[in-house]
């Protein structure tokens, strides 16, 4: 299993990233809110362990965005909040159990392995996952893979999903990757390719500004 940890604290983290990889499970460990919001764009974890106060902000703003998303990981909040109002506050946001800390190591393992097992075989998730490591991505079921030139024009497009980029921004990534002297592959034609790909709801021109990259419009 593929789990996300997002902890702070040094201690704690390092702690449950041994204890889970002892019991042969894949951790994604990250300290900060921001990381496991990018993480998450990119990736689909089988389960996430989410300390809810972290120095930028409180996780469950960030869960309930993710249910709203239909991200449908199951999730364990690992936490110092032990008053029944804020577990149902966290209940209500997509959490599918709570730990107070501090907390046993073998109950952490019992509890995830619960969660995950309620949660069942996970589906197919919808839109578009992008696996950068290894320059992939997942629509629906199907994977795809990319020429070079392809992954760069995307790769900039999903720095930051709903957001225009111009030709110039897209062009300085591929000159960045050393490919902006390739012939015969206009913008133009690696965009179309990128939709057939994708779908052709993945990425939209808006004329005399860019183009924008929506992976939520996977066929």
Not at 6 to 33: C, F, N, P, S, Y
Request: hydrophobic content about 45%.
């Amino acid at each position: 299993m593929q789990v996300l940890l997002l902890e702070d604290d040094i201690d704690l983290g390092q702690a449950v990233t041994e204890h889970l990889e002892a019991h042969g499970h894949e951790v994604q460990w990250v300290k900060r809110l921001a990381q496991a919001e990018a993480w998450m764009r990119e990736h689909r974890p089988d389960a996430l362990l989410l300390d809810l106060s972290l120095p930028d902000g409180d996780a469950l703003p960030a869960l309930g965005r993710w249910r709203a998303a239909g991200r449908r990981e199951p999730a364990l909040a690992l936490t110092a909040r032990g008053q029944v109002a804020e577990r149902i506050a966290g209940l209500r946001a997509g959490a599918d159990d709570y730990l107070v800390k501090p907390f046993d190591l073998d109950e952490l393992i019992a509890r995830l392995e619960a969660v995950r097992r309620r949660s069942g075989p996970a589906a197919p998730a919808p839109g578009i996952v992008l696996d950068a490591a290894a320059r992939t991505a997942r629509v629906g079921s199907r994977e795809v893979s990319f020429t070079a030139m392809e992954w760069a024009v995307l790769a900039r497009l999903a720095q930051h999903p709903g957001r225009v980029y111009s030709r110039q921004e897209i062009e300085s990534a591929l000159a960045d990757a050393g490919l902006s002297d390739a012939q015969s592959n206009s913008l133009e034609v690696i965009v179309s390719r990128l939709r057939k790909k994708l779908g052709a709801g993945a990425i939209h021109t808006l004329r005399g500004l860019g183009y924008r990259f929506d992976p939520a419009a996977g066929a």
